[in-house]
């Protein structure tokens, strides 16, 4: 065989001469490493301190990221972080809210490298990073070597093809976690808590994006190692994370606090720590709330025969915001949603007492007797109204434990 066949077997084939089947498996394996370095690693590990990781899985995600992101781990945290903190705002290096839908998901990965190229978001959010040998003279000081050496890694075992297999490596984050998680993950999907930001849940259930897709569930417990927090949601992360702790690879800091109940008795100052420390948990119940009292308003309206008036359309509408924060509610539905809760004064008694509601928390300059007083007159208003979802949640509320 002349050199010429043998460079035109190679780029038709490769080393391996692998079947379609088998460069989809291996494609799909690589780029499963790497979501679960930047899920597990970068994000969880790093930017958020949620666990501790081991020598071995900390270095073969560190190796995988390198050769196939070329994202250095302190600008990664540093860029997540500032998000975090400025999540919303101008300052957010990539949020839909503040820059557009079109822009984080065509032009994500820019937003990320121009954030990534300031100094003081580095300085200031990027401490407490890999600063090891392998990290200043290999992974950052040739961030993009890795990248180029995955090219050729890919052509020397498929050949030509190897190309388009590379081209998907690279851009496997861009497109999953720059585009679907900071784009759509702030802009579309449900949400099970009324995180202070405009976070979602893109879906119950996924694989390709390694846990991240429950977006909502993150912002709201950022230092949670776990992100999954109902029955139906699916974190493979975490069962990643849990394996690795079998194996003494990894050791858990913290996950989302879960609310206990116990038996009801009058609020106290435990009854008043547990509602803090569960808040979030606590009002997406009483938003629960709200909603079936919406429900019960339009199912009698619908037996008044008013299901096609004018009205009901309107209050249709509105009750579907109603259990949002104020912040979080469209601008046009905010008159529709006075008219409603004009129309209906159990609906207006029950939004009225969730803002008094989260003063037990927001209320800074209060000492804790007082609040424990505050709750326990709270209660008694709720038991008193003759609103049975209120009377229900304040009972609900008396059973909490810390």
Excluded at 176 to 195: D, K
Excluded at 260 to 266: A, D, M, N, T
Excluded at 317 to 344: F, G, K, N, T, Y
Excluded at 375 to 399: P, T
Aim: glycine share 6%; with cysteine.
């Amino acid at each position: 065989m002349t050199i010429h066949d043998a460079l035109v077997q190679w780029l038709a084939h490769g080393l391996l001469d692998a079947s379609a089947w088998q460069m989809v498996v291996y494609t799909l394996v690589i780029t499963h490493f790497t979501i679960l370095g930047v899920t597990i690693f970068l994000h969880r590990a790093q930017a958020h301190r949620a666990l501790d990781l081991g020598p071995i899985p900390s270095h073969f995600f560190r190796l995988c990221l390198w050769l196939t992101t070329g994202m250095v781990t302190k600008e990664f945290v540093a860029v997540h972080r500032k998000h975090h903190a400025k999540c919303e705002t101008e300052e957010d290096p990539h949020s839909p809210q503040t820059r557009g839908l079109k822009a984080l998901l065509l032009t994500g990965v820019e937003l990320y490298r121009a954030e990534a190229l300031n100094p003081e978001t580095i300085s200031k959010y990027g401490t407490g990073t890999p600063n090891d040998w392998i990290e200043r003279n290999l992974y950052t000081r040739y961030s993009w070597q890795g990248v180029g050496l995955m090219l050729i890694i890919n052509l020397a075992l498929f050949g030509a093809i190897g190309a388009t297999i590379w081209a998907i490596q690279m851009v496997w984050i861009p497109v999953w976690a720059t585009g679907v998680i900071n784009g759509l993950g702030h802009w579309w999907g449900y949400r099970n808590f009324e995180a202070p930001d405009a976070s979602t849940n893109v879906s119950p259930w996924g694989i390709l994006i390694g846990g991240e897709e429950l977006h909502n569930n993150h912002h709201t417990y950022p230092t949670s190692a776990k992100f999954s927090v109902k029955t139906y949601e699916f974190d493979i992360g975490w069962g990643y994370i849990r394996a690795f702790e079998m194996l003494g690879w990894a050791k858990v800091r913290k996950t989302a606090p879960k609310l206990r109940l116990g038996e009801i008795k009058p609020a106290d100052k435990d009854t008043l720590e547990a509602v803090i420390a569960n808040r979030y948990e606590v009002m997406a119940s009483y938003g629960r709330g709200l909603k079936a009292a919406c429900s019960a308003e339009l199912a009698k309206m619908k037996a008044q025969g008013q299901e096609r008036s004018a009205q009901w359309a309107q209050f249709q509408s509105a009750s579907r915001w109603l259990h949002r924060d104020e912040a979080r509610i469209p601008v046009s539905m905010l008159d529709q949603i006075a008219s409603l809760r004009a129309a209906s004064p159990s609906l207006d008694k029950l939004v009225t007492m969730r803002e008094e509601l989260r003063q037990l928390w927001t209320r800074t300059n209060v000492s804790a007797e007082q609040l424990v007083s505050d709750l326990q007159a709270w209660c008694r208003r709720a038991e008193e109204s003759g609103i049975a979802e209120l009377r229900s949640f304040s009972m609900s509320l008396r059973a909490a434990r810390a």
